[in-house]
């Protein structure tokens, strides 16, 4: 029963360097996001997905895309990396759309950026 | 962007008493859920509040939904060590959860 599983968990990065989070989840959940979470913000969202083929934007959306080519996988790409991106990334997924009391939160991606 | 106001920040408590911290938003929301995340771990679901005026409790958690849905609060009674965490208040509105800061608890045993 893996849940939602997240990849890697600890990353280290140096500026400008590419890389991709991933993220499978095995629950057939259609709702998928990505939060980052800093100290004294909470977690804020990236970008989630309602379907396979289907993304929108959240909060913080600048410096990442993602794609949903299957149900199973949302991966977050970092297309040239910055300190500030230098977080926790926290992926999700829930039966519908985020109304939380399904939502399953992956452990985390320890992200550092020099 | 929106965010909650999610007091205190931080509280060290004695083990056995009584816990309180709230969220407060200019916003409304539909739904009102509080998360604990332990270190190394994802934010995992306590409780959620679905409708104005909602108590609810799980265990030794109890949680209510404002009102004027702008608010939350959770109390934790005799807290014991494992209670230790951040905890985080999210509102919900459409496909979207807004999260507060969090509340660090450390309990003193």
């Known amino acids: 029963n893996a849940g939602v599983t997240q990849t890697p968990k600890f990353q280290v990065l140096k500026t400008g360097q590419s890389m991709t989070l991933q993220c499978a989840q095995d629950m057939n959940h259609e709702y998928m996001s990505w939060y980052r979470q800093d100290p004294g913000m909470g977690l804020r969202l990236i970008h989630y997905?309602?379907?396979?083929?289907?993304?929108d934007q959240g909060e913080v959306p600048n410096g990442y895309n993602v794609s949903r080519s299957t149900t199973e996988d949302f991966p977050l790409r970092l297309l040239s990396a910055a300190p500030s991106q230098t977080s926790v990334y926290f992926c999700?997924?829930?039966?519908?759309?985020?109304?939380?009391?399904?939502?399953?939160f992956g452990e985390g991606s320890w992200l550092t950026v020099v | 962007g929106q965010q909650l106001n999610q007091s205190p920040q931080s509280m060290f408590i004695q083990e056995g008493e009584d816990v309180s911290m709230n969220c407060t938003s200019s916003s409304i929301f539909n739904t009102w859920l509080w998360y604990k995340q332990d270190p190394g771990e994802g934010p995992v679901l306590l409780i959620a509040l679905y409708k104005a005026g909602e108590l609810t409790s799980n265990g030794r958690l109890t949680a209510q939904f404002g009102i004027t849905r702008k608010d939350s609060f959770l109390n934790i009674s005799a807290s014991i060590p494992s209670d230790v965490g951040i905890y985080f208040c999210a509102g919900a509105r459409g496909n979207k959860l807004v999260f507060g800061a969090g509340t660090i608890l450390r309990v003193k045993s």
């Open positions: 999700a997924s829930s039966f519908d759309r985020g109304t939380g009391n399904t939502i399953y």
């Open positions: 997905s309602v379907g396979a083929g289907i993304t």
